[in-house]
């Protein structure tokens, strides 16, 4: 039986919290956050884009669910399915073992830049019309996590500013160190 995701990321904090943190202190936190952020998300990307051609569903609510379920396994999340058909899955997480395994660690700002961040890569990886828009996270304090996954026909293309962009990140986390405003999905 293959190692979860929630046991792979404990396993990676061993080697990642120490590695980032000498980074941080190295080149400033900023400046290594970005760092950090851009080569996680060319990664992650890649994936997204090898899921997507793999699953091969045209479907959204199932291509997505089906890869959360992924993430979900040995009980890392709780969600609740909001809206899913064809062109949009929509759902909330209530409770994340990622999360709490950051927060006992102390590092919830790191636990939001190694993991939390990956979900816009993996999506600008799943297609040009497919959308992610999330306002908040357990990882940052909320209650509760907003994924909204949205196909956008003609949408943007590959690279171009998504979501991400516009969502609120601790001033240390965002890639230029610019404080960004919520968006309402």
């Not at 759902?91 to 590092?107: P, Q, S």
């Not at 306002?135 to 979501?163: E, W």
Request: net charge negative; glycine share 6%.
């Amino acid at each position: 039986m293959s190692i979860s995701v929630i046991e792979q990321a404990k396993i990676q904090a061993q080697v990642l919290v120490p590695l980032v943190k000498a980074l941080q202190a190295e080149l400033g936190e900023a400046r290594a956050n970005a760092l950090v952020r851009k080569t996680l998300g060319d990664l992650y990307r890649r994936f997204g884009e090898e899921f997507w051609r793999a699953k091969n569903e045209p479907d959204l609510a199932v291509a997505v669910s089906s890869a959360f379920k992924t993430y979900a396994r040995d009980d890392a999340l709780a969600y609740e399915v909001i809206e899913q058909n064809q062109d949009v899955f929509t759902f909330d997480v209530k409770r994340c073992a990622y999360a709490e395994f950051y927060k006992a660690l102390g590092e919830p700002e790191l636990g939001f830049l190694l993991v939390c961040t990956a979900d816009f890569a993996a999506a600008e990886g799943f297609d040009p019309d497919i959308r992610l828009t999330r306002t908040q996270t357990i990882m940052q304090g909320a209650d509760h996590c907003d994924f909204r996954y949205r196909r956008v026909l003609n949408g943007p293309t590959k690279g171009s500013v998504n979501d991400a962009d516009d969502l609120s990140c601790p001033d240390s986390l965002c890639p230029d160190g610019i404080r960004r405003g919520r968006r309402n999905p």
